[in-house]
């Protein structure tokens, strides 16, 4: 795929702070987010940097909050939520952040 990110452009030209296993950990859902986002079309020579700075943009947020629910914490088994109404999902973060970037 010539769409393809790597840890050097996340590093080097967007400029994020994961590391290099973080990143890489990331990377498939946040890779995954972005060809749905975009209909699974390829990018053309002309977009390869926006769309490689969207999928820089999903990983951040999957590497912090992952794909499903956010807003709560465990301490042991001390759990606690806050989600209000359905809750807000790692999925809906990173395409804000998508729609963010570009």
């Given at each position: 795929?010539?769409?393809a ?9 967007y ?68 989600y ?19």
């Amino acid at each position: 795929m010539a769409a393809a990110v790597t840890y050097q452009f996340y590093k080097d030209v967007y400029g994020g702070g994961l590391s290099e296993s973080a990143f890489g950990l990331a990377l498939p859902a946040a890779s995954r987010h972005v060809r749905w986002l975009v209909g699974g079309r390829e990018p053309g020579e002309d977009e390869l940097d926006a769309y490689r700075r969207a999928v820089c943009a999903a990983v951040d947020a999957f590497a912090e909050f992952g794909e499903g629910q956010v807003g709560g914490f465990a301490l042991g088994d001390f759990m606690v939520t806050h989600y209000e109404d359905d809750g807000t999902t790692g999925e809906e973060i990173a395409t804000a952040n998508v729609l963010m970037c570009n």
